[in-house]
């Protein structure tokens, strides 16, 4: 970027939350079933039936609302957002709209340097729409069909305010959001599946002003790359044309990710007037405060608080703290190693450098079918420490472990693993490596001292690597200088 601009950008995040049943309905909201298996006449929007409000979903919104600091609306009701959609055959959406769950939280978020408060404006629920399948490319689609499988699935929308600076710091805010309300298990946090996705709003102002500038919708991004790359492709675009003082439209812009680039969708010109009036189906919500304090009484630890801990009690460095931190399946399984084997920082290594390369993913259920249990781990981790086998071999033990199941020292019982610190046995092997290598012997002599890795190194390929180092080395200082 080549002109004194500053980037303001402000996130809108939808989180289906992970109720059995729809917003207003009976319905199950499971993903993936055969289309339009899972409708009503109230989801499907038909003449003359009612909507009731789903308890469960309120109650998420209002553990997502104190995580955030936001104050909870004890009065609060919904509203019919108007608009013509085809997945739509109410042609409105119950949302919230003057009067939202919840308001003016804060979110904690560190992209690189120190860490940033961005506030959040407002946390209200709605309704999904249906969605449209195309035969074909949507323009010369043969047919388009409607499943309203979706139609009526709760969200959970959460606007920040415009503090966001850089396409980092988003990026930061939503990983943020999104460990909270795994965390809180009010949202599975499926990108993919589209249980979380955002829209950006995106400007450039002059530094330092005050005024903002022409403002920019980015529609519907599904995962952290795209949010991303998108924003960082709105501010390059913005600043150069403001730099040949081009005026820029406000409009709705599509990120297409195989182009690299936003294109136009809608111009604000046309915006919908969404003729908001309060849902007359359905009465305002009068929640109970006790109610609300019941609800923030039983808040877990979160993220934040937890990364805190983890450094302190456990001695663990902020980025191990801030990984281990991220999921709370992960967090909780590194916490019974930790505490079982009494070795935290050697946890904290093996689960980040071993334990995640072997798992499929680093979400709640991945964790919970780990075939390496915490007390198994902590278990090779013991054979480790006493001695018996050395760190290169646990490495195997630990593979074969994630494969059969078993604990470790059946494994090292059974194929022999035990590691070799006998000086008698060792020093016949060290014998014969420096008969072996002559010439490595003189370099050594020669003052390279690179010599001597490379002989012990040979010491452990000739006992498959079962010889322990700290005997390897001793020997090969008492016998180099005589040979
Ligand atoms: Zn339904």
């Keep these: 970027m080549s002109g004194p601009y500053e980037t303001v950008i402000g996130l809108e995040v939808h989180a289906q939350l992970r109720t059995r049943t729809k917003m207003f309905c009976g319905c199950s909201t499971g993903f993936g079933a055969a289309p339009n298996t899972q409708t009503c006449p109230v989801c499907q929007g038909n003449p003359g039936s009612l909507p009731v409000i789903n308890k469960r979903a309120i109650e998420f919104g209002i553990r997502t609302a104190l995580a955030l600091g936001c104050t909870v609306n004890l009065q609060n009701r919904f509203a019919r957002k108007h608009y013509f ?96 309300v795994v965390y809180l298990g009010v949202c599975d946090g499926n990108m993919e599946e589209g249980s979380l996705r955002c829209d950006a709003n995106v400007s450039l102002r002059i530094a330092g002003s005050d005024v903002l500038g022409t403002k920019v919708e980015i529609k519907n991004l599904n995962s952290f790359r795209h949010v991303q790359h998108a924003l960082e492709y709105e501010v390059k675009r913005q600043a150069q044309a403001l730099d040949v003082g081009e005026r820029l439209t406000q409009e709705t812009r599509l990120w297409d990710p195989e182009r690299g680039r936003t294109v136009a969708m809608r111009s604000k ?128 033990v630990f593979e074969k472990m994630f494969r059969s199941g078993e604990d470790a020292r059946a494994i090292v019982g059974r194929e022999g693993l035990t590691q070799v610190a006998d000086t008698d046995t060792l020093a016949g092997v060290v014998d014969q490596v420096l008969a072996q290598h002559a010439k490595v012997v003189e370099d050594w002599r020669n003052g390279k001292k690179a010599a001597l890795g490379f002989l012990v190194g040979q010491v452990m390929k000739s006992t498959q690597g079962k010889a322990n180092p700290a005997v390897v080395n001793q020997l090969l200082g008492e016998k180099l200088p005589k040979v």
């Design 85 to 180: 959609y085809p997945d739509m055959p109410k042609n409105y959406q119950i949302s919230q709209y003057e009067e939202p769950l919840a308001e003016h939280g804060t979110l904690e978020v560190a992209a690189g340097g120190a860490p940033r408060v961005i506030g959040i404006q407002r946390l209200h629920l709605e309704e999904d729409v249906g969605k449209l399948v195309h035969e074909g490319e949507f323009a010369t689609a043969r047919a388009s069909h409607v499943d309203y499988n979706r139609a009526g699935v709760p969200l959970m929308e959460i606007v920040s305010k415009p503090d966001l600076r850089s396409p980092e710091e988003a990026g930061a805010y939503l990983r943020a959001l999104r460990a909270i």
């Design 269 to 396: 010109e046309f915006a919908h007037d969404y003729r908001y009036f309060p849902e007359p189906d359905l009465p305002p919500l009068d929640l109970a405060a006790t109610e609300v304090e019941r609800l923030r009484g039983d808040l877990p630890e979160l993220p934040a608080a937890k990364r805190v801990r983890f450094v302190q009690a456990y001695g663990l460095s902020p980025h191990e703290a801030e990984l281990l931190g991220q999921g709370r399946g992960l967090a909780d399984y590194f916490e019974a190693a930790a505490r079982e084997s009494g070795k935290p920082k050697a946890v904290a290594n093996w689960v980040l450098n071993e334990l995640l390369r072997e798992l499929p993913g680093d979400d709640d259920a991945a964790v919970a079918a780990c075939p390496i249990t915490p007390s198994r781990l902590a278990g090779l981790l013991a054979l480790i420490d006493d001695g018996t086998i050395s760190g290169k071999i646990a490495k195997d």
